[in-house]
């Protein structure tokens, strides 16, 4: 048998083997497709009673959850970044929102006659200013 086997195999004909694919996918998962946008991540970036320089990224936001209060600023797509070098201060202060704006009417519709908790980021500078007068008496 094996003489036959070495008669069959010439030296000028290529050895030819075949390489057999998967016809079919495994089965994976299907959750995450490919058009899945990735998570935005938005939210608290800094926690209340923190220290944070000038500029830092306080929170983000697609709508207003948090408020800007003293010394943090007010980006255009919702984020909310410290003016100044100081302590974080996370305040829950009752808002009185302007009813004949339509995006408060939209947020808040149904809301007139309750009162309205939103958090307040605060900015406290850790070297205050020196701007303060004492009145004695009036």
Known sequence: MQKLSLQCLKADQPLITTIRNASKK???STRNKKGHPRPKHRGWRVMDGHIVSE??????????????????????????FAMEHGK?????ETIEPNWDHTWVQRNYAGRQN?????KF?????????????LVDEV
């Open 26 to 28: 495994t089965g994976g």
């Open 55 to 80: 500029g830092t990224i306080l929170a983000t936001q697609l709508t207003t959850r948090f408020h800007p209060g003293l010394n943090v600023g007010f980006g255009r797509n919702g984020t909310l």
């Open 114 to 118: 309750q009162t309205i908790y939103k």
């Open 121 to 133: 980021f605060n900015v406290i500078p850790e070297k205050q200013h020196q701007r303060f007068r």
């Open 88 to 92: 974080v201060y996370v305040t829950c």
